[in-house]
């Protein structure tokens, strides 16, 4: 299976790097339809990992003062690549991302692929929308991930932003180890697997849990002050209230894809993480 993979960030690369002979990393600014069907017609894959985006430095605060330039990487440039392999006839698989569901579900349950999402900030609603429109189309398929959990460590890695913050937040949250979506992003690929799925390890884990094993396996000094959530913003931490929430799919398992429980998963990543930082 040939592999072309938009945008060569951090997740793309990952990627990358797992898939070798089969991935081509692309890092050719695409601005029209007609730049993604050239790079089609070089390549010639066999399926297209949508994987650019903008997220925003130092982190998604700068996508509010920049809506623009959000909009035109997280809802306009996914429609622009979903059209060029509609013209070419390519199945697309598109990152998307878990953090438009704020707080619980009203009914107790846990968000999955058919529950409407509530965005509230400019970076998540330019996700969600691209969602809404990609999920109308034939040939495409979405992957949700939550918060990348790598044993690699990397600026945009959630153990590295838990790891640099003084004050933190308990509170339980779905997350997405790195290894294991690299894994379902193939399969997803190989299936040219339609619809919405939830690229989310299975369960949930406290922040406190993280940073426990964190203590344990990398940095027994380490040290943070544990805080509310509504003085994250109120101390000025953050600018936007954050997502915090806990997921659950649907529709992998009836693929027969599986992802290991969160709990599990995150304590193996962070004892390679530690291994890998020696």
């Not at 601005?31 to 990992?49: C, R």
């Not at 997280?74 to 698989?93: H, M, R, S």
């Not at 339609?194 to 000094?221: A, C, L, M, R």
């Amino acid at each position: 299976m040939k592999i072309l993979i938009i945008g060569k960030g951090y997740l793309g690369t990952r990627c990358a790097e797992v898939w070798g002979d089969e991935a081509i990393l692309s890092d050719k600014r695409v601005e029209s339809v007609e730049d993604v069907e050239a790079l089609i017609d070089q390549h010639q894959p066999d399926v297209v990992l949508n994987a650019a985006g903008i997220v925003g430095k130092p982190n998604v605060d700068w996508c509010e003062t920049h809506q623009m330039e959000t909009i035109e990487g997280n809802t306009i440039l996914p429609i622009t690549i979903a059209k060029a392999c509609k013209n070419k006839g390519v199945y697309l698989l598109h990152m998307g991302t878990g953090c438009i569901f704020y707080g619980n579900k009203p009914d107790g349950t846990l968000w999955d692929e058919d529950d409407f999402a509530n965005p509230s900030a400019v970076y998540t609603r330019a996700k969600y929308a691209a969602d809404l429109v990609l999920s109308t189309m034939e040939n495409i398929g979405i992957a949700r991930i939550r918060m990348p959990f790598d044993c690699r460590p990397h600026r945009a890695n959630f153990i590295d932003k838990l790891a640099s913050f003084t004050k933190l937040i308990s509170i339980q949250n779905s997350l997405t180890v790195v290894e294991d979506m690299i894994d379902v992003f193939y399969q997803l690929l190989e299936k040219r697997a339609t619809g919405i799925f939830h690229v989310t390890n299975p369960g949930s884990v406290d922040h406190k849990e993280i940073i426990d094993w964190y203590k344990q396996y990398v940095d027994p000094s380490h040290e943070n002050e544990w805080i509310e959530e509504k003085d994250l913003v109120g101390l000025g931490i953050v600018g936007k209230k954050r997502s915090n929430n806990i997921m659950t799919s649907k529709n992998l398992p009836k693929l027969g894809i599986k992802m290991r429980p969160a709990k599990e998963a995150v304590e193996d990543a962070i004892k390679k993480y530690a291994e890998f930082k020696k």
